[in-house]
């Protein structure tokens, strides 16, 4: 079993930064792949990046790719996410989840692939 718990997320302006963090119990947190994904209202869950157990790969969706970078402390039993050059379109409830690490990227991008799920921080981006 692993708890997750979000924070860091807040209102932001465009082009600004915000890094969110996920907070992990349980000892097996090296365990697991860590993915971030985003809900806008209205709008379906979507994958937004993902970190092998031992952080030696990573995954982007097209549309954050070169502005968020995912890291992980497994020291800590912590994921980030640092956002940078944020846009309006940001803005969503963000979640992170923890999942399967035996797999190839397409399993990673799938919201079914993931066990855990926190609780979901804010981030709003103002134009």
């Known amino acids: 079993q692993v708890q997750l718990v979000e924070s860091g997320g807040g209102l932001v302006q465009a082009g600004g930064s915000l890094r969110l963090s996920c907070a992990a119990s349980?000892?097996?947190?090296?365990?697991?792949?860590m993915g971030w994904f985003r809900q806008a209202p209205g709008k379906e869950r979507e994958f937004v990046a993902a970190i092998s157990w031992s952080g030696g790969s990573t995954y982007y969706a097209d549309s954050v790719k070169g502005r968020f970078t995912i890291s992980r402390d497994n020291a800590k039993n912590t994921v980030y996410l640092q956002m940078n050059s944020l846009k309006p379109k940001d803005t969503a409830v963000y979640y992170c989840a923890a999942g399967h690490p035996l797999g190839v990227k397409e399993n990673f991008l799938s919201p079914v692939w993931y066990d855990y799920w926190g609780q979901g921080t804010q981030v709003t981006v103002s134009s």
């Open positions: 349980g000892r097996t947190f090296s365990s697991y792949t």
